[in-house]
């Protein structure tokens, strides 16, 4: 099983920038496919971002370009760097983990980190 901990969100005016991490207490991330999502009130968690086991990257469209997610397995960590940030990009971020070889991690989820944007 793997515990997953999110760090580094916060508060930041509109254009700048934030890095998240996700790390694992237990587990080898770099068995795992990895993502990032984020969740508004009222809405859906949606996906934003995934390092999938076997090596590929996708992204949400309206984060392309702005967003790099990266791992350090060296670490166990991902890594989410937010650049370019905008009011519509606040949300709860959540790391998720995922043994199968897959662009949508679910298997496992950490807690969440906020990240607020002012315009």
């Known amino acids: 099983q793997v515990h997953l901990v999110e760090s580094g969100g916060g508060s930041v005016q509109a254009g700048g920038s934030l890095r998240l991490s996700c790390a694992a207490s237990?587990?080898?991330?770099?068995?795992?496919?990895m993502g990032w999502f984020r969740q508004t009130e009222g809405k859906e968690r949606e996906f934003v971002a995934t390092f999938a086991r076997f090596g590929w990257i996708t992204y949400e469209d309206s984060v392309k370009g702005r967003f790099t997610i990266s791992r350090d397995n060296a670490k166990n960590t991902v890594y989410l760097q937010m650049n370019s940030l905008k009011p519509e990009d606040t949300a709860v971020y959540y790391c998720a983990a995922d043994r199968k070889n897959t662009d949508r991690p679910s298997e496992y989820w950490g807690q969440g980190t906020q990240v607020a944007v002012s315009s």
């Open positions: 237990k587990g080898t991330l770099s068995l795992y496919s």
